[in-house]
């Protein structure tokens, strides 16, 4: 039998249908809101595990996406990271109200629910505002709870998942920190050269200047083997080349990679015993003090010293005709410590001293340093000794003032010579040191920013701490020991390098570092003290922090020629930063900076979120599976049905006396006819078989027949 009121058609009898089909019972925006909404939410976690992943293992990001790297450098990670929360929530909403009403339907129509709740859960099917409306539901009795454990359990998580989804923009930016990333190259001029026809340039003193250590790039490194003295006591650093690039001071920390024209310092260290003349020894000057200052004078034989540490004359100094006879004169003042003063821990007093220098003006610009001395090669006296006010009294006694004390015979130590006077010793070594600059092309990377090493004055010993630079040289202990690579001394990697590049202008930069800024170029016994606690005629002041690192490369090493590559390029990279602001000549080179942004740098906000996610997604599948296999007669989203499904014999009573009293009041009524009594939706087998509440239960005696 058919009957048909309006346009809506309904049947009973054999004609009864077995359930909505899925559109019908769900609806197209019902079912829209399921499959669409959680295809994005699957993919907007899916984007959001992109953006926490997809760095790689590349230092910095180098090697990410373009995606990925231009969300990052342009920090568009934060409103990203608002609009995916925001998503989130907005589905995650809108999927937990229709799990609501997909739950109160199965509810009614598969478990029961007490009688007092059968208009609320029904309305609930059609409109509601979330999984806690079920909460009092589920805590109407521990009897009722456990008969409904599935449905609270999937409640309970929607209930849990919509919470935790407030906060998924708090639990996403809490992942994210301050990163260093690898930037966009850069196209910047870069000042190279000199032009001398429109630039003056004077050297100047950079010795007593705080010194810098940028970090700079090595071709290469000194030959720890050869720099060991062998039983000639010859010590070789071998060929050092070094690479500064030319980039302003506030862009070098910074500069992941520089493709471009950069300074190249060629340098080689070659110390041997000295041989000196008969009649050189020590005298003691005058200045005030009562005992005097000590003063090495005399004469040197290079030919000889060259000889007796197997070294050929070089090219155009036969018979060490390029040291002239005031290159041979020895006029050195040596440091004490005064009357009340320290030498602390036995530690000696080490100094530089440099004779004539007249050989090193025609020096050549472009030096390979193939050979362990050239005719221009610039002698160094490295002296060290334990001379105290206390003990030079003590030799003085017997010796009149500017009288000569003759030295005793040396005994050899490497490349020292030793010379023991009573309680106190003094020892010399001659260095011979050739440098050159000129231009390269280079390719430099560094995985991470390469801040400048420092050297930290401490308040409390009131000493320079030079770890940090003495590290980058490779002349701290522990590099000395093991050898370190670049990334470990805070160095840049060479990728490439190209051939030398003469260019004249290098000459005035090889002269402000051979003289260290000295306008005294061809007076000899110029002295430069590296015991900061140390007393003597000065011919200039090195800068404390100077002093202690060249005494650092000396102590850790053992190696006069070491500490001598330390002073000098501290003093080459000094010059070379003067120099930046005259030059003129410019070059373009391509520089990648690193850029401080917002970055994924946890994974905890973002293992959070997907937690929830998942959580409710399959709580979802589980509803909506449950739903479309176990209901018959509900129809999301309509309003008609839901409220005519609750009219029925046991009902109208209620809905007759209802019209004007409060839910409160109703409960009263039904408390003592219906306590206990559990009611699902389903159709009437007697009468005209409508779909309306129908007892199923009272509590206690099972399920009714």
């Given at each position: 039998m058919a009957a048909k009121r309006g346009s809506f058609i309904w049947t009973d009898g054999p004609n009864i249908r077995e359930r909505w089909s899925p559109r019908v019972a769900l609806g197209v925006f019902s079912m829209f809101t399921l499959t669409a909404g959680s295809l994005l939410l699957l993919g907007t976690l899916g984007f959001l595990s992109f953006l926490w992943f997809a760095e790689g293992g590349s230092t910095g990001g180098a090697n990410a996406s373009p995606l990925w790297r231009s969300i990052m450098l342009g920090q568009y990670i934060t409103p990203i990271v608002t609009i995916s929360a925001a998503v989130l929530r907005i589905i995650q909403a809108a999927q937990a109200l229709l799990i609501t009403s997909l739950m109160a339907a199965l509810l009614l129509e598969k478990y029961g629910v007490p009688m007092i709740?059968?208009?609320?859960?029904?309305?609930?099917?059609?409109?509601?505002?979330?999984?806690?409306?079920?909460l009092p539901l589920f805590a109407s009795s521990w009897t009722f709870l456990w008969q409904v454990k599935l449905p609270f359990l999937l409640s309970l998580v929607m209930l849990f998942t919509s919470l935790g989804t407030q906060f998924t923009s708090t639990l996403l930016v809490a992942d994210l920190s301050v990163s260093t990333l690898v930037g966009n190259a850069e196209t910047i001029p870069i000042g190279v050269a000199l032009n001398l026809t429109k630039s003056r340039y004077d050297i100047i003193d950079v010795t007593n200047a705080v010194p810098k250590f940028p970090a700079f790039a090595e071709l290469e490194r000194p030959n720890f083997t050869s720099t060991t003295p062998n039983d000639r006591g010859l010590s070789d650093t071998g060929r050092i080349r070094r690479v500064f690039p030319g980039i302003s001071e506030d862009r070098r920390a910074n500069t992941r990679l520089f493709k471009g024209k950069a300074h190249a310092m060629t340098s080689r260290y070659v110390c041997a015993r000295p041989v000196f003349e008969n009649g050189t020894g020590l005298i003691f000057t005058d200045v005030n003090l009562d005992s005097g200052v000590p003063t090495l004078q005399g004469n040197i034989s290079f030919p000889r010293t060259l000889q007796n540490?197997?070294?050929?004359?070089?090219?155009?100094?036969?018979?060490?005709?390029?040291?002239?006879?005031?290159?041979?004169?020895?006029?050195?003042?040596?440091?004490?410590?005064?009357?009340?003063?320290?030498?602390?821990?036995?530690?000696?007093?080490?100094?530089a001293c440099f004779p004539y220098r007249g050989n090193v003006l025609y020096s050549v610009l472009h030096d390979d340093a193939s050979a362990p001395i050239r005719n221009y090669s610039q002698a160094v006296y490295i002296m060290k000794s334990n001379f105290t006010s206390k003990e030079i009294g003590g030799i003085r006694q017997n010796l009149s003032l500017e009288s000569i004390l003759p030295l005793p015979a040396g005994k050899p130590d490497g490349e020292f010579l030793t010379w023991e006077l009573n309680e106190i010793y003094f020892s010399a070594t001659v260095c011979f040191?050739?440098?050159?600059f000129d231009l390269v092309d280079v390719s430099l990377s560094a995985d991470t920013d390469l801040l400048p090493a420092e050297a930290i004055f401490e308040g409390e010993t009131e000493l320079w701490n030079v770890d940090g630079p003495a590290r980058q040289f490779?002349?701290?202990?522990?590099?000395?020991?093991?050898?370190?690579?670049?990334?470990?001394?805070?160095?840049?990697?060479?990728?490439?390098?190209?051939?030398?590049?003469?260019?004249?202008?290098?000459?005035?930069l090889q002269q402000g570092t051979l003289f260290m800024g000295n306008s005294q170029l061809q007076t000899h016994g110029l002295v430069a003290f590296f015991s900061p606690n140390a007393f003597g005629n000065l011919a200039w002041n090195v800068h404390q922090a100077t002093q202690s690192l060249t005494l650092a490369a000396l102590d850790n090493t053992g190696r006069p020629a070491l500490a001598l590559d330390t002073l000098m390029t501290t003093v080459a990279r000094a010059s070379i930063d003067n120099m930046l602001p005259f030059f003129k000549e410019t070059e373009d080179a391509q520089v990648v900076p690193s850029v401080a942004v917002l970055a994924p740098r946890r994974i905890r906000g973002l293992l959070a979120v997907a937690a929830l996610i998942v959580s409710s997604l399959l709580c979802v599948a589980v509803v909506a599976g449950l739903f479309l296999a176990r209901t018959r007669h509900s129809i999301h989203g309509n309003y008609w049905h839901v409220a005519a499904q609750i009219f029925s014999e046991e009902t109208q009573w209620i809905l007759d006396d209802a019209t004007e009293v409060s839910d409160q009041a109703v409960a009263r009524m039904m408390s003592a006819t219906t306590a206990g009594m559990d009611v699902k939706i389903g159709r009437s087998v007697t009468g005209s078989g409508r779909v309306q509440v129908v007892p199923y239960r009272r509590r206690g005696r099972g399920v009714l027949g």
């Open positions: 709740y059968v208009a609320e859960v029904s309305i609930l099917r059609s409109v509601n505002s979330g999984p806690w409306r079920l540490a197997g070294l050929d004359f070089p090219d155009g100094c036969v018979n060490g005709s390029c040291y002239t006879s005031d290159a041979s004169i020895v006029d050195c003042s040596i440091g004490f410590v005064p009357e009340g003063g320290e030498i602390a821990g036995g530690v000696v007093i080490v100094q040191q050739q440098t050159s490779g002349y701290s202990r522990d590099m000395v020991a093991s050898g370190g690579n670049a990334s470990s001394r805070g160095l840049y990697n060479i990728d490439s390098a190209g051939e030398m590049i003469e260019k004249s202008f290098t000459t005035r």
